[in-house]
């Protein structure tokens, strides 16, 4: 009775945020000048705005206007160029040697030569940082060849898991912080199987769960069919949602964005 209690609260609260009141809770940073875009969300000073653009690329605007773009590459490409770009080098879905040269920050979120990849980007009122990941290759580890990157924004830290190979050590959970929003790869095969991203989300404990890296609504629905157990699930109609600190839901939810 106590779970359904904590599901039924965490699913109404869901439901308001598309656009919410006020959070008490101020901007990570102070905001400067950004890029101008033609495609950007009107937001409120404490709002962040996050499109599903495909595979594993989000945008992330902050109410000043700078949008960064996750896992940036050839295929699968926002409409407009990004203030800041980060890729992971797993597939060539995950990153671009040809990113366009209006990206005032482009992140690489791998190793290059015998150095970690380091990045903490303050640009206008958004924060960028990583927290590198090792991966799978030809049978061997590739080192820091991931990157878990951090937004902080709007009072909010919002994590995108990249292209994710393996659960998450203390290290890493010291690194990362108190994830709102968790971007997790549902795939259960090229990333994580299922149950190592369950534990994932279950050692990260996000208020939002957004999924991404599905090939198709099987693969998607094999996800949400493992996870309805624990956390609610709402599925919404259009690729775009604001959130704000005010308005997150008291318990875990996983809300599907709509395929562009």
């Known amino acids: 009775m106590a779970r359904l209690i904590l599901w039924l609260l965490a699913f109404l609260s869901l439901n308001a945020l598309v656009r919410v009141a006020p959070a008490s809770a101020e901007a990570c940073q102070r905001p400067t000048a950004s890029l101008p875009l033609l495609h950007l969300a009107q937001l409120k000073s404490d709002e962040v705005a996050i499109r599903f653009v495909g595979h594993a690329t989000f945008t992330i605007q902050s109410p000043q206007g700078v949008v960064a773009a996750t896992d940036y590459n ?39 030569g015998a150095v970690p990849p380091t990045h903490d980007v303050q640009e206008g009122d958004m924060r960028v940082r990583n927290v590198p990941t090792n991966i799978r290759d030809n049978g061997f580890t590739a080192y ?100 704000s600190r005010a308005k997150l839901p008291s318990w875990p939810a996983i809300m599907v964005l709509s395929a562009p």
Not at 88 to 107: E, F, K, M, Q
Not at 172 to 181: E, F, K, T, Y
């Open 74 to 112: 050839d295929y699968v490409r926002p409409r407009d160029v990004p203030t800041i770009a980060t890729m992971n080098h797993a597939h060539s879905t995950h990153y671009s040697l040809r990113p366009d040269p209006g990206i005032r920050h482009v992140l690489r979120g791998w190793t290059e």
């Open 144 to 243: 820091s060849g991931n990157s878990i990157f951090i937004f902080e924004v709007a009072g909010l830290c919002i994590a995108h898991l990249g292209h994710l190979h393996h659960t998450l050590t203390p290290e890493h959970l010291a690194a990362i912080g108190q994830v709102d929003v968790l971007m997790a790869p549902v795939d259960g095969s090229y990333t994580l199987d299922l149950d190592g991203m369950m534990e994932v989300i279950g050692q990260l404990q996000p208020r939002v769960i957004l999924p991404m890296h599905w090939f198709g609504p099987s693969t998607l629905e094999r996800f949400l069919a493992r996870m309805e157990t624990r956390y609610p699930v709402m599925r919404l109609p259009e690729p775009m949602i604001t959130l």
